[in-house]
């Protein structure tokens, strides 16, 4: 796959057209997957990031070693990235009365649900490392029930699974029992709101193919 310069000076993939695939002979091992991936199926061309929006993408690679290609994919048009940003670094990092860890079990959770390949790698790597508990991150991956969950958790990630399966089914009695594990109505809200976004992230995710970095796989293992 040839290389382009990303907007931190360094090699980032070419959003050409992807090569044909090579058509597997019989008893051949199937390709590698780990090949740096496009950040998604479409070709759009890469706007011009505003100094603030270059800041954040550097200080990404200083930080993880590489840009999130969901924010490559949202460098099409840099207003749709600084508000993306902007929403996703509220909703996840600024305080809240749930802690960065509950936040990405929600995150993991509703794309388990929706099946979404991008934030269940992405995603299920932050669980990985902010439990410090692989086998944690794998269940919430495959099947949050099969985890030996606390109280709260449960009633937190059931409550984000209902949102995302039958939100118009959501009543008085879901938000109790929130409140009898422990959340307050404010939490109640943050709840929500880390679920709603990932439905929406999942589904746009889905719709352009974008694919995770593979330093996701290998972290916290």
Same mark, same amino acid.
């Given at each position: 796959?040839?290389?382009?310069?990303?907007?931190?000076?360094?090699?980032?993939?070419?959003?050409?057209?992807?090569?044909?695939?090579?058509?597997?002979?019989?008893?051949?091992?199937? %390709?590698?997957? !780990?090949?740096?991936?496009?950040?998604?199926?479409?070709?759009? @061309?890469?706007?011009?990031?505003?100094?603030?929006?270059?800041?954040?993408?550097?200080?990404?690679?200083?930080?993880?070693?590489? &840009?999130?290609?969901?924010?490559?994919?949202?460098? #099409?048009?840099?207003?749709?990235?600084?508000?993306?940003?902007?929403?996703?670094?509220?909703?996840?990092?600024? @305080?809240?009365?749930?802690?960065?860890?509950?936040?990405?079990?929600?995150?993991?959770?509703?794309?388990?649900?929706?099946?979404?390949?991008?934030?269940?790698?992405?995603?299920? %790597?932050?669980?990985?490392?902010?439990?410090? !508990?692989?086998?944690?991150?794998?269940? #919430?991956?495959?099947?949050?029930?099969?985890?030996?969950?606390?109280?709260?958790?449960?009633?937190?990630? !059931?409550?984000?699974?209902?949102?995302?399966?039958?939100?118009?089914?959501?009543?008085?009695?879901?938000?109790?029992?929130?409140?009898?594990?422990?959340?307050?109505?404010?939490?109640?809200?943050?709840?929500?709101? &880390?679920?709603?976004?990932?439905?929406?992230?999942?589904?746009?995710?889905? %719709?352009? !193919?974008?694919?995770?970095? &593979?330093?996701?796989?290998?972290?916290?293992?």
């Amino acid at each position: 796959m040839s290389v382009s310069k990303s907007r931190t000076g360094k090699a980032g993939p070419d959003r050409s057209a992807p090569a044909k695939a090579k058509k597997p002979e019989a008893g051949e091992k199937p %390709a590698r997957q !780990d090949a740096a991936p496009k950040p998604m199926a479409l070709n759009l @061309p890469a706007a011009k990031l505003s100094e603030a929006m270059q800041t954040y993408f550097a200080k990404c690679d200083d930080k993880i070693g590489f &840009v999130p290609n969901v924010l490559e994919a949202y460098a #099409i048009d840099n207003a749709k990235l600084e508000a993306f940003a902007a929403f996703y670094n509220d909703l996840m990092l600024a @305080p809240s009365g749930l802690s960065k860890l509950e936040r990405e079990m929600i995150a993991v959770a509703v794309s388990a649900e929706n099946r979404c390949f991008y934030c269940l790698v992405a995603h299920g %790597a932050a669980v990985r490392q902010l439990s410090g !508990d692989p086998v944690l991150g794998e269940m #919430i991956v495959m099947n949050y029930r099969a985890a030996h969950l606390s109280r709260r958790h449960r009633a937190m990630l !059931d409550f984000a699974v209902k949102m995302t399966r039958e939100s118009y089914a959501i009543e008085e009695a879901d938000r109790e029992a929130l409140r009898k594990a422990g959340f307050s109505d404010r939490d109640i809200w943050d709840v929500a709101a &880390v679920a709603s976004f990932y439905n929406m992230s999942n589904r746009m995710a889905s %719709a352009v !193919d974008m694919r995770p970095n &593979v330093q996701y796989h290998a972290q916290a293992r």
